[in-house]
C-alpha cells in the first residue's frame, strides 16, 4: 500500500467504485469527484475554507422548510437551475421557452373557472391575463391546463407570510374548446429573492443584486405535449437584464396595458386602475 497524496488521491477514490455501479452512476459520481478534486487543488483550499463550505451547506439544509427550499434558490442564484433547463428543455419549432421553478411551488392548487380570479382581495394592480395555447403545428389545445403562481403586488408570495396558508395568486385554469385561457390576478411586482440565509449571504459575497423582474409563474401541460415551467415577465421592469436568477428569456417578457378604472374587455367593472395582458403559448411534442 502506498500513500496518497494530492496528485494520487482523486484516481484512488474514482477506483473504489465497484463492477457493478451502473454507466450513468460512474459518469456522475466521477465527473463530481474529479470537478471537485480538481477545484480544491486549483484555488489551493485551505481547511477553513472548507470547514466554511461544510457549515454553508449545513446551514442551507436547515433554511429548507416545506415552504422554502432553500438549495432551489441556491442553485438559481448560482445559474445552474437555469443551465439545467437549457439542456433539458431546448426550444423547438416555436415553443415556448422554459425558466426557472423557483422555492414557492405548491402542488394542488385550487382548480379556478375559466376566466376566474385568482387573486381576491390581495394588494397589487389586477389584470387580466388571456391567450391561446396551441402545439407547434398551431393547433389549439383544449382542456389544456396552466398551474399558475405569483408574488402580490408588494412581493410576496402566500408562503412568505406568517399564520397558517392563505393560498392567493395561486391557482389551476383549463383552457376552452379553442384552446384559449383567461384569468384574473394582479401585475406581479418587481422584488428582491430572499436574502436571509445562506443564498443571501453568498449574493453579497459576490456584491451581487438581489432582485427578480416582476413575474408571473406557470406550468403550462396538455396530452401528447411536454409539459413547460416558465414565466411571463413585465415589459416595463428595469431588472429585466439583471435578473438574480437568470430566468430571463426575450420571448417571455409581455407588455401589459394599463387602463383606467371601468369595464374590463370582459365586461368585469373595476373601480381602479386596471392591466390587461395577452400571452399566448405554443407546446412542443412529448
Same mark, same amino acid.
Given at each position: 500500500?502506498?500513500?496518497?497524496?494530492?496528485?494520487?488521491?482523486? /484516481?484512488?477514490?474514482?477506483? #473504489?467504485?465497484?463492477?457493478?455501479?451502473?454507466?450513468?452512476?460512474?459518469?456522475?459520481?466521477?465527473?463530481? +469527484?474529479?470537478?471537485?478534486?480538481?477545484?480544491?487543488?486549483?484555488?489551493?483550499?485551505?481547511?477553513?475554507?472548507?470547514?466554511? %463550505?461544510?457549515?454553508?451547506?449545513?446551514?442551507?439544509? =436547515?433554511?429548507?422548510?416545506?415552504?422554502? =427550499?432553500?438549495?432551489?434558490?441556491?442553485?438559481?442564484?448560482?445559474?445552474?437551475?437555469?443551465?439545467?433547463?437549457?439542456?433539458?428543455?431546448?426550444?423547438?419549432?416555436?415553443?415556448?421557452? &422554459?425558466? +426557472?421553478?423557483?422555492?414557492?411551488?405548491?402542488?394542488?392548487?385550487?382548480?379556478?373557472?375559466?376566466?376566474?380570479?385568482?387573486? &381576491?382581495?390581495?394588494?397589487?394592480?389586477?389584470?387580466?391575463?388571456?391567450?391561446?395555447?396551441?402545439?407547434?403545428?398551431?393547433?389549439?389545445?383544449?382542456?389544456?391546463?396552466?398551474?399558475?403562481?405569483? &408574488?402580490?403586488?408588494?412581493?410576496?408570495?402566500?408562503?412568505?407570510?406568517?399564520?397558517?396558508? =392563505?393560498?392567493?395568486?395561486?391557482?389551476?385554469?383549463?383552457?376552452?374548446?379553442?384552446? #384559449?385561457?383567461?384569468?384574473?390576478?394582479?401585475?406581479?411586482?418587481?422584488?428582491?429573492?430572499?436574502?436571509?440565509?445562506?443564498?443571501?449571504?453568498?449574493? #453579497?459575497?459576490?456584491?451581487?443584486? %438581489?432582485?427578480?423582474?416582476?413575474?408571473?409563474?406557470?406550468?403550462?401541460?396538455?396530452?401528447?405535449?411536454?409539459?413547460?415551467?416558465?414565466?411571463?415577465?413585465?415589459?416595463?421592469?428595469?431588472?429585466?437584464?439583471?435578473?438574480?436568477?437568470?430566468?430571463?428569456?426575450?420571448?417571455?417578457?409581455?407588455?401589459?396595458?394599463?387602463?383606467?378604472?371601468?369595464?374590463?374587455?370582459?365586461?368585469?367593472?373595476?373601480?381602479?386602475?386596471?392591466?390587461?395582458?395577452?400571452? /399566448?403559448?405554443?407546446?412542443?411534442? /412529448?
Amino acid at each position: 500500500m502506498s500513500d496518497l497524496d494530492v496528485t494520487t488521491l482523486t /484516481d484512488a477514490v474514482l477506483a #473504489r467504485m465497484s463492477a457493478q455501479v451502473t454507466p450513468r452512476t460512474r459518469q456522475l459520481i466521477g465527473a463530481l +469527484v474529479r470537478h471537485l478534486h480538481d477545484f480544491a487543488r486549483e484555488v489551493e483550499l485551505t481547511e477553513a475554507e472548507w470547514f466554511t %463550505a461544510i457549515d454553508f451547506l449545513t446551514r442551507t439544509g =436547515q433554511n429548507c422548510t416545506e415552504n422554502r =427550499q432553500e438549495f432551489i434558490l441556491l442553485s438559481d442564484i448560482l445559474g445552474l437551475s437555469s443551465l439545467v433547463i437549457a439542456l433539458n428543455h431546448p426550444v423547438a419549432a416555436g415553443s415556448l421557452a &422554459s425558466s +426557472v421553478l423557483g422555492p414557492f411551488y405548491l402542488p394542488d392548487a385550487p382548480e379556478v373557472p375559466l376566466g376566474g380570479e385568482l387573486a &381576491s382581495g390581495v394588494p397589487g394592480t389586477p389584470t387580466r391575463y388571456t391567450g391561446q395555447i396551441t402545439d407547434t403545428a398551431g393547433q389549439p389545445l383544449a382542456g389544456a391546463v396552466l398551474d399558475i403562481w405569483s &408574488s402580490d403586488g408588494e412581493g410576496w408570495y402566500d408562503v412568505q407570510k406568517p399564520g397558517p396558508l =392563505q393560498t392567493s395568486a395561486r391557482g389551476r385554469v383549463r383552457t376552452g374548446a379553442d384552446g #384559449r385561457y383567461a384569468f384574473w390576478s394582479i401585475k406581479p411586482a418587481d422584488y428582491p429573492v430572499p436574502t436571509d440565509g445562506p443564498a443571501g449571504e453568498l449574493l #453579497r459575497a459576490m456584491d451581487r443584486d %438581489a432582485m427578480r423582474p416582476g413575474h408571473l409563474h406557470f406550468i403550462a401541460s396538455a396530452p401528447g405535449c411536454a409539459s413547460v415551467t416558465t414565466q411571463i415577465f413585465a415589459s416595463d421592469s428595469p431588472y429585466l437584464r439583471s435578473d438574480a436568477v437568470f430566468g430571463v428569456s426575450e420571448s417571455l417578457v409581455a407588455v401589459f396595458e394599463h387602463h383606467p378604472p371601468g369595464v374590463a374587455p370582459d365586461g368585469r367593472r373595476l373601480e381602479q386602475a386596471f392591466c390587461t395582458v395577452n400571452f /399566448d403559448i405554443r407546446l412542443r411534442p /412529448d
